[in-house]
């Protein structure tokens, strides 16, 4: 079946630890999104991808690092300069086709937690 | 930034009675989806309507959507326990870029049987 796989499902970081989130689709999809969810929020965008090696920020990119080398992956680290990294992170795919627009496919989220 | 707000913030219905949910929304868009996202999962995909469609229905959904008042209500008709979740909004503005999405701020739906 195809869909989009986000690992771990449960992530603890240390202060001052870099850690990266793991993002797979196998959906053939062109764009890939990574979003974050604060409890009882709608989600606000990282940094998405429409293309392979290529990337933009969204609204709030600061903290974050992402990579696109290949088409299926889309993984993204969470540096020591983010401040408040406490969140549950979805990531999603689409095809892109211009102003007709497409729905995302979400993986099911990886909940990280500062210690 | 959050370009959709959704309305009320909580609902809370008896199973079999129709459950309406509004989104308003600030820019032009090319398209306006709705999403529903049960406790901890991801989301999920339920329609799209585009800017220049009025409604559109799936099933027990309806949407509509009114671009002069930048507004958009889903509407789940003979709602079901099951149907408990969070329903967002989300907007493909024009100009942004493909087609990245801004989310709303939720409505929390509980079905009560």
């Known amino acids: 079946d195809g869909g989009i796989t986000q690992s771990p499902k449960y992530l603890f970081r240390k202060e001052g630890q870099n850690v990266t989130l793991s993002c797979e689709q196998n959906l053939n999809h062109d764009a890939m999104y990574w979003y974050r969810q604060d409890p009882g929020q709608g989600l606000r965008l990282i940094y998405y991808?429409?293309?392979?090696?290529?990337?933009q920020k969204g609204d709030i990119a600061e903290g974050y690092s992402v990579s696109r080398e290949k088409k299926e992956s889309f993984p993204l680290t969470v540096t020591s300069a983010q401040k408040n990294p406490t969140a549950f992170y979805l990531c999603?795919?689409?095809?892109?086709?211009?102003?007709?627009?497409?729905?995302?496919?979400f993986g099911s989220g990886t909940r990280l937690t500062v210690v | 930034s959050q370009q959709g707000e959704e309305d009320p913030q909580a609902l809370s219905i008896q199973e079999g009675e129709n459950a309406t949910m509004n989104c308003s929304y600030k820019?032009?868009?090319?398209?306006l989806q709705w999403y529903r996202q049960n406790s901890g999962r991801g989301l999920v995909h339920l329609i799209l309507i585009r800017s220049n469609e009025r409604e559109k229905h799936s099933g027990r959904l309806r949407v509509t959507l009114d671009t002069s008042k930048k507004s958009s209500s889903l509407l789940i008709t003979a709602s079901r326990a099951a149907d408990t979740a969070s329903y967002f909004c989300a907007t493909a503005p024009v100009g942004g870029g493909g087609n990245k999405l801004t989310f709303g701020t939720g409505t929390q739906l509980k079905v009560e049987l």
């Open positions: 820019t032009s868009i090319n398209n």
């Open positions: 991808s429409q293309i392979v090696n290529d990337f």
């Open positions: 999603a795919s689409s095809i892109v086709a211009g102003f007709k627009g497409y729905g995302y496919t």
